[in-house]
């Protein structure tokens, strides 16, 4: 059997990568206008990035990543020698603990500056048990805003995450946004161990992972699937009985932020995140119509420790991560369509061998005035080269045959309206550079 792809990874093939182009595309405009500018930042980190960033209680870190290895530590590996903590590598599970880094690394938010606003695209790696929606090689779109604490910040941050969705084809009934906050280090402590002692009360009621995780993070229990740790969450202490004064007010405030500019959602204060990091707002955006049980199409929150986690000063910082492959079920249950770009807009096919000298350089000159033009390059009747051009979903048809090579002059044949107009060789490329542009 030929070799498949691995299990849980996906190919774009042309139509959904165009679809990629245009999903990334419409994040930089929108979240351009908001001022966020991409950045690039390695797929491999020390695998210790993560494991102080995301926090080892998470299953992320604990049973997800892709780890790697040179070649030559993994010899080393193998024979049980150590080593070097900095070449242990892993893939990246998720993109804000790299964006965190490369901020802290190059000194990105200086004291008294702008805070620094970046955005993100690429594939994200989990080694999940794969499902539809699932994927153990997925691709995101993120943002994070480092070097401001204002809830302003958060309140932006969603409104600009709700519209790319509706941008991109979500019908904003389509979705549901789920609001929490998991307060700071004044007074989630208090939280942790109110939810501690509570689970110490149920534990014979808790699966394995959630009485294992229950000293290093009591909270992780919140986000278990098993049906009788939700049973058992139902009644936890809830963190708004918790909150201090400030992340009380801040959370108002970004409440107050979104009913002012008409966004909805819904408080939910089971909301914990699968990532450890977070402080105060959290969010997540599920899509309703899918019939995916993996119905989270973005997500994300403040996490004003985070920099200083990764060895950076303290830095507050907000941000989010959409999920490219579950947008799409989500569009394909709105019944969304898009319409990939045309491979070809002009196609010059040949009445014989005889004029496939001039069609090439023809192909050529089009080509280099930006038309996207192709010719067949093997030998075909008329017919077949019909065929291909509306294979191509060709837009314009140019026939050559010895009286055009005379002339230096043909046809441009419109193929959905049937329209021609005889055009001089000379001429070509700039009309139908001219009629492309203009879409007709
Ligand atoms: P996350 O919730 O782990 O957050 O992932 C964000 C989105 O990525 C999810 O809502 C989902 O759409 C998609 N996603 C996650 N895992 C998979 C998977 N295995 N297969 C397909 N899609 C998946 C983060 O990654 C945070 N870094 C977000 C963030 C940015 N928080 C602050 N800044």
């Known amino acids: 059997m030929s070799i498949q792809l691995p299990t849980g990874t996906k190919d774009l093939l042309p139509d959904e990568a165009a679809f990629w182009d245009h999903f990334t595309d419409t994040a930089k405009r929108v979240f351009g206008c908001y001022g966020y500018q991409p950045v690039v930042t390695p797929l491999i980190e020390q695998t210790n990035l993560f494991v102080r960033g995301i ?8 049973k997800e990543m892709f780890t790697a290895v040179s070649g030559e530590n993994l010899k080393k590996l193998v024979a049980g020698e150590g ?23 190059h000194n990105l938010v200086q004291q008294g500056s702008a805070p620094v606003k970046l955005m993100y695209a690429g594939p994200m790696f989990r080694a999940e048990r794969p499902q539809k929606g699932r994927l153990r090689q997925f691709n995101q779109v993120g943002i994070e805003c480092l070097g401001a604490e204002e809830p302003s910040i958060d309140a932006e941050g969603i409104i600009m995450l709700m519209r790319f969705y509706e941008e991109i084809g979500i019908p904003r009934e389509s979705m549901v946004l789920l609001l929490n906050s998991m307060g700071c280090e004044n007074c989630r402590p208090a939280y942790r161990d109110a939810v501690h ?42 963190i708004t009985d918790y909150l201090c004064d400030d992340c009380k007010a801040h959370h108002q405030a970004v409440k107050g932020y979104l009913d002012a500019a008409g966004i909805a959602y819904v408080e939910d204060y089971k909301l914990v995140r699968g990532l450890d990091y977070y402080t105060r707002t959290v969010f997540e955006v599920q899509a309703t119509d899918s019939a995916s049980a993996q119905s989270a199409i973005g997500g994300g929150g ?104 005379a002339a230096s002059a043909a046809t441009l044949r419109n193929m959905d309206t049937h329209e021609e107009e005889s055009v001089a060789f000379a001429d070509m490329p700039a009309r139908a550079a001219e009629l492309v542009a203009a879409g007709e």
């Open 55 to 62: 926090g080892t209680a998470t299953d992320v870190v604990s």
């Open 83 to 105: 080593i070097d903590e900095k070449d242990r590598l892993s893939l990246r599970p998720e993109g804000t603990a790299g964006v965190v880094r490369a901020v802290v690394q």
């Open 197 to 238: 002692a509570y689970l110490e009360q149920h534990v014979d009621e808790l699966c394995d992972d959630c009485r294992r995780r229950m000293d290093i993070n009591p909270l992780r229990a919140f986000d278990c699937k098993k049906e009788g740790c939700i049973r058992v969450m139902e009644s936890a202490p809830r």
């Open 302 to 405: 403040r996490y004003d420790k985070l920099a200083e986690e990764v060895g950076g000063k303290p830095t507050p910082g907000f941000g989010f991560a959409l999920g490219f492959e579950r947008c799409v079920i989500a569009l394909e249950a709105a019944g969304a369509t898009f319409t990939p770009p045309r491979a070809c807009e002009v196609f010059v096919a040949c009445v014989s061998d005889d004029e496939r000298p001039t069609a090439f350089s023809l192909v050529q000159s089009l080509r280099a005035h930006g038309v996207k033009t192709d010719m067949s390059h093997q030998k075909r009747s008329l017919k077949s080269q019909f065929k291909l051009a509306n294979k191509l979903n060709a837009r314009y048809v140019v026939t050559l045959g010895p009286d055009e090579v």
